[in-house]
């Protein structure tokens, strides 16, 4: 009986791992505030993972994703698709629709995973040159 519940034990987390495995390769987004992230925050429906693990990076696929640059500038956003950015460089304040008041604006930029939701409309003023890596979900 011991063999049997040991045996057991062990199929159970190997399926688990498998689960966890296979939902964060078909859905990556949804890998990044995971409970095993310690800092991830939202604000104003942005998620934002500040300063995360290579494993992290590594697990979300980051260095296979298209690559963007932009100078300082502003100008407002509509987010088509769910997009999550990575960035490598720069820094940007974002001021989403809706939340108008000064406090409401917050800072995201190197070193950020960051998500914004699909429809999401936005002004964003870059600061400092930003690079970053991007993927688009429908």
Not at 33 to 62: F, M, T
């Amino acid at each position: 009986m011991g063999n049997h519940f040991l045996t057991l034990s062990l199929l159970l987390v190997i399926v688990c791992v498998c689960v966890s495995i296979i939902t964060t390769k078909l859905n990556p987004k949804e890998a990044i505030v995971s409970p095993s992230d310690s800092n991830p925050i939202e604000i104003h429906g942005v998620k934002i993972l500040r300063q995360p693990s290579d494993s992290k990076l590594a697990q979300l696929g980051v260095s296979s994703w298209p690559k963007w640059e932009g100078g300082p500038s502003k100008f407002p956003w509509t987010f088509k698709k769910t997009e999550t950015m990575y960035f490598v460089e720069g820094k940007i304040k974002v001021s989403v629709d809706g939340y108008d008041r000064e406090e409401d604006v917050f800072e995201i930029g190197k070193g950020n995973v960051v998500v914004f939701p699909k429809d999401m409309k936005a002004v964003w003023e870059i600061t400092e040159a930003v690079k970053k890596h991007y993927s688009l979900e429908d």
